[in-house]
């Protein structure tokens, strides 16, 4: 069988290049192992309303998403409140400030004063007279962050905001691919300060957004365009083998079945089919798809790094407490130094966050997504009991489980892997090795970079040079 471009994954970045790839006239053969594309945009239903399980915004410093959102017709929704940090060792809460990442864009605003203290301000200022080249080239987010406005921003801002968003500690985090355009705006104002002003400057409002009903209503659109467009969606069939041909690509596909537990990957059995192709896009997740590269193709292999295990125990909770919101959108909570009151590492107020919510929820219903699980701490294992607890912790609430009306464990093992400058560096050598390659991308946010806003121009491009 001939294929105009085969896209392996249908997660977010094999979705976003089968889009592409219909843009240009193309008529894309996605090969999805499980039964459903997205990957980690995915959903659930609770007490029989649907929500996101796993990603559930994008970051809005880049329009790019915005506009593929746009194209597909779809309407877009901003949270409501703000979001907060709990500080476990301070025992208190504050809002996150404007800015990014937890750094400021505004060092003397309130909340910064009641987070840092008036010493950690005053030694963030120096920052403001400090030589430019100071930390400038700096490769790990924890070192930009504390040479230039020390150690109280750091460890009581950026650390809980950047940890929770990407489930690292910002001392193995690459600057330049979480913080894109921070130092460039740090070179062109002389500071750090400065520069993440000038970034909030230029993007202003809502630092997220999401697609109205929930992040997966993206994944079902993209489908469906797909194959309006005489595209095919090759769910529960995985790529057995690949190799080059005298005209491009050969891939051979077989029909999976479920794994040995629901978290397990599908397991391929049955008749293999042959797909040949002029264009290869590669789309899963770097420990699936770098084994299969570096079985097959002369490129330079390493030991990808794993995320940490994350569980989140999903409460819906009937509850007038919970109607305005005690702590906005929800918290991200900083790491302890001694043994912690609070387990969880952040909370979200799902149904007060995302207002279409609480339009089909009844009166006095709310669902919360208590998150567990940073690296080297024990695999996570949150109860109800110990979510209920973590909740009135970190809301100032006393409710008791008579109050939730349902609950669920979702769990995501590994898949948020951590992007180290090592790693940024091995992808770069990687992509080199790969432009001898005709007719072959390798996509998704191992190689792009976390988040929607690094992913779908990523997925989108690469199509764009096969096409």
């Known amino acids: 069988m001939k294929a105009d471009i085969v896209i392996v994954g249908g997660g977010l970045a ?19 192992t499980r039964g459903r594309p997205g990957g980690l945009i995915a959903s659930a239903k609770l007490g029989g309303v649907p929500f996101d399980i796993g990603a559930e915004s994008w970051a809005t410093r880049n329009p790019v998403v915005g506009d593929l959102v746009d194209e597909l017709g779809l309407e877009v929704t901003e949270p409501t409140g703000r979001s907060w940090i709990w500080n476990e060792n301070l025992g208190k809460a ?15 605003a309130p909340e910064v004063r009641e987070a840092i203290g008036d010493e950690g301000v005053a030694r963030a200022k120096e920052d403001l007279t400090m030589d430019p080249a100071l ?35 910002p001392s193995v985090l690459a600057v330049d691919t979480v913080t894109p355009g921070l130092r460039a705006a740090m070179k062109e104002t002389g500071s750090l300060l400065k520069g993440a002003a000038l970034l909030a400057q230029r993007n202003p409002g809502a630092k997220v957004a999401q697609t109205r009903g929930g992040m997966f209503r993206l994944i079902e659109a993209l489908e469906t365009e797909v194959v309006a467009k005489g595209g095919k969606m090759a769910t529960r069939h995985a790529v057995v083998d690949f190799k080059r041909t005298d005209n491009g690509w050969s891939v051979d596909i077989q029909p999976t079945v479920r794994g040995a537990d629901p978290a ?3 397991v391929p059995e049955g008749p293999v089919q042959t797909l040949e192709t002029k264009r290869l896009v590669i789309a899963l997740p770097g420990p699936n798809a770098m084994p299969m590269l570096d079985k097959r193709l002369d490129i330079p292999a390493w030991e990808l790094p794993l995320g940490a295990p994350i569980a989140h125990q999903v409460l819906m909770i009937d ?23 609070v387990r969880a590492k952040a909370l979200s107020h799902l149904s007060y966050k995302w207002g279409w919510m609480s339009e089909v929820l009844s009166p006095g219903r709310h669902i919360l997504r208590v998150s567990y699980g940073r690296p080297g701490e024990p695999y996570p ?21 008579d109050d939730v009306v349902a609950h669920m464990l979702v769990r995501w093992d590994g898949q948020l892997a951590p992007q180290t400058p090592k790693h940024r560096e091995n992808v770069a050598k ?29 997925a989108r491009q690469a199509v764009r040079d096969l096409a």
């Not at 976003?16 to 999805?32: D, H, M, N, S, W």
């Not at 400038?136 to 940890?163: C, M, N, W, Y």
């Not at 294992?381 to 489980?401: C, F, I, K, R, Y």
């Not at 992509?431 to 976390?450: F, N, P």
């Open 14 to 32: 094999g979705m976003t290049a089968a889009y592409e790839a219909t843009k240009q006239g193309l008529r894309p053969v996605v090969i999805e």
């Open 94 to 108: 504050y809002p996150i400030p404007e800015g990014t990442l937890g750094l400021p864009a505004d060092i003397d």
């Open 135 to 169: 930390g400038a080239d700096a490769k790990d987010l924890a070192t930009f962050i504390e040479t230039r406005v020390g150690s109280a921003v750091l460890d009581h801002l950026v650390r809980p905001v950047a940890g929770g968003i990407h489930t690292s500690d």
């Open 264 to 266: 397990a990957d599908p």
């Open 319 to 341: 509850s007038h407490a919970l109607d305005d919101g005690p702590r906005g959108s929800g918290l991200l909570v900083s790491i302890p130094e001694g043994e912690p009151k």
């Open 381 to 401: 294992e949150p109860t109800l009991a110990s979510a209920l607890q973590d909740v009135n912790t970190l809301l100032g609430t006393q409710l008791v489980e």
């Open 430 to 458: 990687l992509l080199q090795a790969l432009e001898r390659y005709e007719g072959l991308k390798v996509t998704g946010a191992w190689i792009a970079g976390s988040g929607f806003a690094a992913v779908v121009p990523h």
